[in-house]
T-cell receptor
Framework: KQEVTQIPAALSVPEGENLVLNCSFT??????LQWFRQDPGKGLTSLLL?????REQTSGRLNASLDKSSGRSTLYIAASQPGDSATYLC?????????FGTGTRLQVFP | DTAVSQTPKYLVTQMGNDKSIKCEQN?????MYWYKQDSKKFLKIMFS???????INETVPNRFSPKSPDKAHLNLHINSLELGDSAVYFC???????????FGDGTRLSIL
């Protein structure tokens, strides 16, 4: 049974710092892995999707990596801004459904 | 121009009632989903439909009945609501299975 874990559960950093969010999964037989952002009271916004054959994806200040063999993914946020404050969720596409981690709540203070 | 829209945004009702949540997507996607996010913010899939056909039913009580009148809509009907049904319910859609999913803003269901 696929299990997805995210650490840390919460993170508070000053503006301008580079930071890394971690996601680990137990079953490496995945189709892809997605990183989402969730703002309070809002739905999920897809940030990056990495196919199982890929090692990383980049979008602006965000870079996500995938190491299937070790069951790990990281989301790197460069030069963090207060507007980055949100909960970040990773989700593994396992056969025909997404399995979500419990999220990392990020706060970036000015 | 909302991609995935859910109504209502908030739903407050009493235990034992029957209620429905509607979801519509204008992305032309073939696959739609319902997720439940509990009080600990854990998201878990409930159902998925592909081309109006049910493909996933994650051991959800049969009080929950999804209905897909067409590819653009996936509604969720809940009978005999219980306190434990209080949660945020998210609808999502994707072009197909294993494709990126787009989420609605959620429906916050509170059972009194």
């Amino acid at each position: 049974k696929q299990e997805v874990t995210q650490i840390p559960a919460a993170l508070s950093v000053p503006e301008g710092e580079n930071l890394v969010l971690n996601c680990s999964f137990t079953d490496s037989a995945i189709y892809n892995l997605q990183w989402f952002r969730q703002d309070p009271g809002k739905g999920l916004t897809s940030l990056l999707l990495i196919q199982s054959s890929q090692r990383e994806q980049t979008s602006g200040r965000l870079n996500a990596s995938l190491d299937k063999s070790s069951g790990r993914s990281t989301l790197y946020i460069a030069a963090s801004q207060p507007g980055d404050s949100a909960t970040y969720l990773c989700a593994v596409d396992n056969t025909d459904k997404l399995i979500f981690g419990t999220g990392t709540r990020l706060q970036v203070f000015p | 121009d909302t991609a995935v829209s859910q109504t209502p945004k908030y739903l407050v009702t009493q235990m034992g009632n029957d209620k429905s949540i509607k979801c519509e997507q204008n992305l032309g996607h073939d696959t739609m989903y319902w997720y439940k996010q509990d009080s600990k913010k854990f998201l878990k899939i409930m159902f998925s439909y592909n081309n109006k056909e049910l493909i996933i039913n994650e051991t959800v009580p049969n009080r929950f009945s999804p209905k897909s009148p067409d590819k653009a809509h996936l509604n969720l009907h809940i009978n005999s609501l219980e306190l434990g049904d209080s949660a945020v319910y998210f609808c999502a859609s994707s072009q197909g299975i294993n494709q990126p999913q787009h989420f609605g803003d959620g429906t916050r269901l509170s059972i009194l």
